[in-house]
């Protein structure tokens, strides 16, 4: 599959300028580790099941080993071998050099490390793709434009019709889906990130187990209520038209 530019791609090359490594979050699905790959000259992954031991062995007992190898060096998913960050850290702070690491890993693991990265590792939150990265939009109307310049855009248009708009937002910007001719079967990558969201992920985080259909509801709660000023209350009762649950409850399971 071609690789379509991201928004990413000019910050990271940016960040990789200014500091010796990079964190690159992001949920999961949304392209770090593709992304990272057009800049890096060498990786080790750390989900690779046929390597994937060794490698944390190597981390477990001497991290810097895993150094050694071309830069910007990717560790992809770091998070499964913490003392990278110490590593990494370390050896940015010797050596005094830019664009020595990346890193990858998902927003929704959250890894306690003995040292912060501040000056030395800098992160980059990377989203789903937008319409314009994924070539749906024209990209004649920028944001930024619109405020400086609210009436200067006459004559500017969208190739997407209402329908196609709401096929977008209903899909969303996983690269994943774009590879999928049948537009239908794209939606099934959306409908299975939602299952893994409140089955899995949402226990799997922190080993806790917690309500699936819970979890479904408040994220129905949140789908509702997007672009609108709705107070946590607000929310709070719509879950609670169908679900018995507490405001303690409801709270610890959207923070």
Not at 170 to 192: E, F, M, N, Q
Not at 218 to 227: D, E, P, T
Request: net charge negative.
């Amino acid at each position: 599959m071609q690789y379509l530019p991201r928004i990413a791609d000019s910050l990271l090359a940016r960040k990789l300028q200014a500091f010796g490594a990079v964190n690159i979050t992001g949920p999961k699905g949304c392209g770090k580790t593709t992304t990272a790959r057009q800049q890096a000259r060498s990786v080790v992954e750390f989900q690779d099941e046929d390597t994937r031991e060794g490698l944390l062995q190597v981390a477990e007992t001497q991290p810097s080993r895993l150094l050694i190898g071309d830069n910007p060096r990717l560790f992809d998913e770091w998070q499964e071998a913490p003392q990278m960050w110490g590593a990494v850290r370390k050896s940015v702070a010797g050596r005094g050099e830019k664009g020595l690491y990346i890193l990858t890993g998902s927003s929704s693991t959250d890894v306690e490390t003995p040292h912060t990265g501040t000056l030395r590792i800098s992160t980059l939150q990377m989203l789903p793709m937008s319409l314009w990265e994924t070539r749906e939009s024209n990209g004649e109307v920028s944001l930024t434009d619109l405020f400086s310049h609210p009436g200067g855009f006459d004559g500017c248009h969208s190739d997407l019709t209402v329908d196609g708009i709401i096929y977008a937002i209903c899909r969303g910007g996983w690269p994943g889906t774009l590879s999928i001719d049948d537009v239908d079967i794209r939606l099934d990558i959306a409908r299975d990130l939602f299952w893994q969201t409140t089955h899995v992920d949402i226990s799997h985080v922190d080993s806790t187990r917690r309500s699936p259909q819970l979890a479904e509801a408040i994220l129905r709660s949140y789908a509702r209520n997007i672009c609108t000023p709705a107070k946590t209350g607000t929310m709070l009762a719509d879950v609670q038209a169908n679900h018995d649950v507490g405001e303690t409850a409801f709270r610890e399971y959207t923070t």
